[in-house]
């Protein structure tokens, strides 16, 4: 008889594949052929992403720049839904909508970068020993970064972005650093 589909798809090698209707969805790749996007999976931070040696891809690898989008996002939106947003569409000066953007940017990087990349970084951390099992090729089981540089990297981040955080109080003005507690808080939480 004929031989279906999924197992002709089987029989061709390691290319795992489920019927989807009458086509296949292949679930993963042939190992042994990198994809030409594996550097820029490997320097957000996502799996399938290729190794390096350099020290700054694999630091920014560790913050997982993929999950700072809906926390910039979230920035954004909340500066919009406060009603205190000078907005160039609604008339605003420039010095009005620009030093509105400008906090706006800065509340982006403290969000994504900073504290995103620090829980992000941390997180990697305490999962060091199942990675070890699981992810053995991941940045810290691999010795790829040391157990030092990670340490100083989570504090970097930590400190970095409470400091952002106070300089983003007193920008605004606030006579109680809500920022910086917001910041603090989220950051023991995490």
């Known amino acids: 008889g004929a031989v279906s589909p999924l197992k002709a798809s089987l029989h061709r090698g390691p290319l795992a594949a489920v019927r989807k209707g009458p086509s296949l969805l292949r679930m993963q ?3 042994g052929e ?3 996007d594996s550097g820029l999976r490997q320097l957000l931070g ?5 190794t390096t040696q350099n020290k700054w891809a694999i630091r920014v690898q560790l913050t997982k720049p993929v999950t700072w989008v809906p926390l910039i996002w979230g920035v954004a939106c909340g500066a919009a839904a406060s009603g205190k947003y000078h ?3 609604d008339g605003a000066s420039f010095n009005e909508w620009s030093g509105d953007f400008a906090k706006a940017l800065v509340c982006m990087f403290l969000a994504g970068p900073l504290l995103t990349g620090y829980t992000q970084t941390i997180n990697d951390w305490y999962d060091r020993e199942i990675d070890a099992i699981n992810e053995p090729n991941r ?3 691999s010795g790829a970064i040391s157990e030092n540089e990670v340490i100083a990297q989570i504090w970097v981040l ?9 300089g983003l109080d007193l920008w ?3 006579e109680f650093p ?4 917001l910041s603090a808080g989220g950051s023991f939480i995490s």
């Open 29 to 31: 790749e042939n190992p």
């Open 34 to 36: 990198q994809e030409e």
């Open 139 to 141: 940045p810290i089981p």
């Open 172 to 174: 605004a003005g606030h």
């Open 158 to 166: 930590l400190l970095g972005g409470l400091g952002l955080a106070y």
């Open 87 to 89: 907005a160039i569409w």
């Open 46 to 50: 996502v799996r399938g992403g290729s």
């Open 178 to 181: 809500s920022i910086l507690a």
